[in-house]
């Protein structure tokens, strides 16, 4: 099984609501990502996660904030985002957190931000 | 991690090879040239990579020139599945932060009937 799944596919949302999205892995790997892909942008690395602990925080706005409660579960809470948080949220994992890991990809959450 | 030039879109015919460049003329000795691609509402797909050997695998070959500042990704049968946005990563191999992909704009491969 390499498949990683996200949860919601699609997100509306207000400024002042509070949501989670959610990532879930089993190929035992120990390292996972967010990343944010605006429209017709590459994605972008938000946060890294290697043995459920924080590793990079790409100076991302507190209002994300992401969560790590077990190697096969990566949460990120949204509250009080913009308009301008409207992307596709991307999350991946890989073996490891090393150069020749390979990162699988889920589908990612299209998130819009009324 | 180096910086990488890619033309914005190419166009192959279905059945053909499609050969997808790569600038990374500043990159460096323990960098490493990845490339993934991105189906139109998928997350990314790694397709290869390679330090300064040519490699070839089932999806692909990657082709570094001995300079290390180019190389060209081949698809050798492109089919209308191969249509996707390919990007060309390059990533520091040790140290701190090895774990970061960082893409660039990459190539939108258009494959035709």
Known sequence: ?114 | DAKTTQPTSMDCAEGRAANLPCNHSTISGNEYVYWYRQIHSQGPQYIIHGLKNNETNEMASLIITEDRKSSTLILPHATLRDTAVYYCIVRVARGINTGKLIFGQGTTLQVKP
């Open chain 1, 1 to 114: 099984d390499t498949e990683v799944t996200q949860t919601p596919k699609h997100l509306v949302m207000g400024m002042t609501n509070k949501k989670s999205l959610k990532c879930e892995q089993h190929m035992g790997h120990r390292a996972m990502y967010w990343y944010k892909q605006k429209a017709k942008k590459p994605p972008e690395l938000m946060f890294v996660y290697s043995y459920e602990k924080l590793s990079i925080n790409e100076s991302v706005p507190s209002r994300f904030s992401p969560e790590c409660p077990n190697s096969s579960l990566l949460n990120l809470h949204l509250h009080a985002l913009q308009p301008e948080d409207s992307a596709l949220y991307l999350c991946a994992s890989s073996q490891e957190e090393r150069i020749y890991n390979e990162q699988f990809f889920g589908p990612g959450t299209r998130l819009t931000v009324l």
